[in-house]
């Protein structure tokens, strides 16, 4: 359920509010909230990195078919991608902490930027306990980042409520959460974890748990 916080701040904020769908099993419940709770209009992007793996296609149609929605998908500038491999090579993003940065910002943090545009709100399904990186978030905040209002309806929730609710529900789930993955990401950066890890430890596991975060949640001073 969502708070009545935030339904009452969604119904009553003027402007375009969009949720950013990442193919995570919180963004189908987020999606599924909005859906029958809220009243007004809302939009659906996702960014497409170049580098996402086979299964996610298919179930970016499938949530299209269950919801009866189109999810506007967002792709890099393909003059900075081929720039990028033309440096980095097809692996090079597991180099080092500055190439890895570099292929997000140029994948997911410019393309984001772009699907925030005009808009008044973005909302998310962050959830604090995934990982040391998302401990503080709130279900409502202001995003210094790109300049907006965001909402993380899912914020408190733990991950057994989340694939409780979809199982209730019969919602659609990323295949790859069946064969150990806690977190949907691109292919050259996600892998499955043990059940004792947490939903992060997929997300390149190379580096210090500080540092993963790909740039599209990094708060900033307003
Ligand atoms: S997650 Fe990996 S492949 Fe995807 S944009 Fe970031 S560095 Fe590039």
Redesign the pocket.
Known sequence: MLSETLLAVLENLNGNIALAFSHQAEDVVALALLKRHVKRPFGVFTLD?G?NFEETKPFHMQVESFFDIRIEQYFPNADEVAALEADLGEWG?RGGLDE?KR??QI??VNPLRRALSGKTAWLTGLRAEQSITREHIAEIEYDGAFGLLKFNPLAHWTARQVFAYIDENRLPLHPLYRQGFKSI??K??TRAVRDDEDARAGRWWWEAPEHKE?GLHIKEAR
Do not use: I, S
């Open positions: 990195t580098k993003m890895r292929c997000c994948r997911k990401g691109c050259p950066c790909c």
